[in-house]
């Protein structure tokens, strides 16, 4: 079993910058694919950006641009910075990973995006 814990989120202002993380209780070099999705209030779960381990990424085009995942293999985490934020990036945002035939979600992290 796969335990994720999402960190980094909170209050910011439009245009700031956050950056989430998603710690891995697995070695991160097992996991081929792993990303994020987000829930705004009142809206279904959406996808945000995947990335896999050989390094090739995908994006949600709502966030191209200014968001970028990334893995961090020394701290075991994969990250989400989020950079140029807009008022409509306000959501419980979930890290992912699917690991032997089972997808592993975080309890989420909320990022909310106000003036």
């Known amino acids: 079993q796969v335990q994720l814990v999402e960190s980094g989120g909170g209050l910011v202002q439009p245009g700031g910058s956050l950056r989430l993380s998603c710690a891995v209780s697995?070695?991160?070099?097992?996991?081929?694919?792993m990303g994020w999705y987000r829930q705004a209030p009142g809206k279904e779960r959406e996808f945000v950006a995947t990335?896999?381990?050989?390094?090739?990424?995908n994006y949600a085009d709502s966030v191209k641009g200014r968001f970028t995942i990334s893995r961090d293999n020394a701290k075991n985490t994969f990250d989400l910075q989020m950079n140029s934020l807009k008022l409509e990036d306000t959501a419980v945002y979930y890290c992912y990973a699917p690991f032997r035939g089972t997808t592993y979600w975080g309890e989420g992290t909320r990022v909310t995006v106000s003036s």
């Open positions: 697995v070695s991160i070099f097992s996991i081929n694919y």
């Open positions: 990335m896999h381990s050989a390094g090739s990424t």
